[in-house]
């Protein structure tokens, strides 16, 4: 599995960003997916995450109501809406796939990894 993530930007406080994350590969449609971040000086940290299973998700806690996950099969991609962005929100943002069908927010759990695209949400 290859992994394209693209959409970041700079945003306004309280403003939106989409981001997308493209994917290669037959077993995109069985694989866990999953969007973490990182913030300078801080350890990546799970924000989101898409189980093949009934398309189930999950959150983080500091995205929850604000951020929504969504896969498209036919397209191969799945997109992060983030609206109610604050200056927290601020990182690298980077798209992962797992084969292993359950929720993991280890990163370690992730086989595959996008090269992560930069959002800065100004004050």
């Known amino acids: 599995v290859q992994l394209q993530a693209s959409g970041g930007g700079l945003v306004q406080a309280w403003g939106s960003l989409r981001l997308s994350c493209a994917a290669s590969?037959?077993?995109?449609?069985?694989?866990?997916m999953a969007w973490f971040r990182q913030a300078p000086g801080k350890e990546r940290e799970f924000v989101a995450a898409l189980l093949p299973i009934a398309s189930t998700t999950y959150y983080a806690d500091s995205v929850k109501g604000r951020f929504t996950i969504s896969g498209d099969n036919a397209k191969n991609t799945v997109t992060l809406q983030m609206n109610s962005l604050t200056p927290e929100d601020t990182a690298v943002y980077f798209c992962?796939?797992?084969?292993?069908?359950?929720?993991?927010?280890?990163?370690?759990?992730?086989?595959?990894w996008g090269q992560g695209t930069q959002v800065t949400v100004s004050s």
């Open positions: 590969g037959r077993t995109f449609r069985s694989n866990t």
């Open positions: 992962a796939s797992s084969p292993k069908v359950r929720l993991s927010l280890a990163p370690v759990e992730y086989d595959y």
